[in-house]
């Protein structure tokens, strides 16, 4: 049996994939030991969105450019107990401030893997990988999809040119009256009324932070199935925001609160257990802001729930 403080050899796949080596058996199997690039078998394929551009166009402190490499790092000591492959897509990196040709290129890179049936788990980057994680979704479906954004901002601004505040006007304008649209964990601190009243006018289905406070985690997590149970296909995306900054504060834009760990994972896996997820991505994971990494291991963990849980679909 190899030394348990040894390290894996060198990884093929895009990025390099290290971590703890107990040894070779199926039973000491990680992240890291496991990861492949792309095969024909359908698994959840990671793929990194290097940019945040959108953050700094909001004049938000910088630093999600850098989630992918340290989710990636967070995820390869995960222990894995299922078959379910996982695999390495690459990373898409912002060219300068060309966030919308970065966006363009993500929604290419998600449209191929969702057609090849993958599930696409996206890292990033600052929230405008939710405009580009639903433009791949959308241009592999073609259907309706309900979004359920867990976010302590509404991230519906309306803006001259695109932030990581206006992902999801975006998505509005682009698919007009297919528009379904929760969010999970927002605050009344950190939006405006005319936020609010905006969100109200395209059907935005909102549960505040101060609601999931006064629900069980089984209660949250039957919230939020209530509310995404609108169309076949599902996307999730998770702003760390949302989160409790005493849990995970390296994050972009801040909020006061948050949500407790127990209740957002309740959600996270019921809605992967659905078996109507066909994508998840991390928004705003700021590793300058972290403490101890404990931002990016609660992310892991998250995406983590979730790939298991569709992992009992398959």
């Not at 078959?83 to 690459?90: F, V």
């Not at 990196?93 to 998600?110: H, P």
């Not at 964990?185 to 009324?193: C, Q, R, Y």
Request: proline share 5%; aromatic share 6%; with cysteine.
């Amino acid at each position: 049996m190899a030394n348990e403080n040894s390290h894996s050899p060198v990884s093929r796949t895009p990025h390099h994939w290290d971590g703890r080596h107990d040894g070779d058996g199926s039973e000491f199997r990680r992240w890291h030991s496991v990861i492949d690039t792309v095969q024909n078998t359908p698994g959840a394929a990671v793929l990194g969105f290097a940019c945040d551009e959108g953050a700094r166009r909001n004049g938000c402190r910088h630093g999600a450019a850098e989630g992918p490499h340290v989710l990636r790092e967070a995820l390869a000591n995960l222990p894995v107990h299922n078959d379910l492959p996982r695999y390495d897509a690459g990373t898409v990196t912002v060219n300068g401030t060309d966030m919308e040709g970065a966006q363009e290129e993500l929604s290419e890179r998600i449209k191929d893997l969702v057609n090849a049936g993958h599930l696409p788990v996206v890292l990033g980057g600052s929230h405008e990988v939710g405009y580009a994680s639903y433009l791949g979704l959308h241009k592999a479906l073609q259907r309706p999809i309900s979004i359920v954004n867990f976010d302590g901002h509404l991230d519906l601004r309306q803006t001259e040119i695109p932030t990581h505040g206006t992902p999801f006007t975006q998505v509005a304008e682009m698919v007009g009256d297919d528009f379904d649209y929760s969010v999970i964990g927002v605050s009344t601190a950190d939006n405006t009324g005319k936020l609010f009243n905006f969100a109200e006018e395209l059907g935005t289905k909102i549960v505040l932070d101060d609601e999931i406070h006064n629900m069980t985690p089984r209660e949250a997590a039957e919230r939020a199935l209530e509310i995404s149970d609108v169309h076949d296909d599902l996307y999730v995306t998770i702003d760390l925001d949302a989160i409790s900054p005493a849990v995970a504060p390296g994050v972009s834009s801040p909020c006061t609160v948050g949500i407790g760990i127990e209740p957002m994972r309740a959600m996270c896996k019921a809605l992967a257990a659905t078996g109507k997820l066909r994508l998840v991505d991390v928004a705003e994971m700021n590793p300058y802001y972290d403490v101890d990494g404990r931002t990016a291991r609660v992310a892991a963990r998250l995406l983590d729930d979730m790939i298991n849980e569709h992992a009992k679909l398959q």
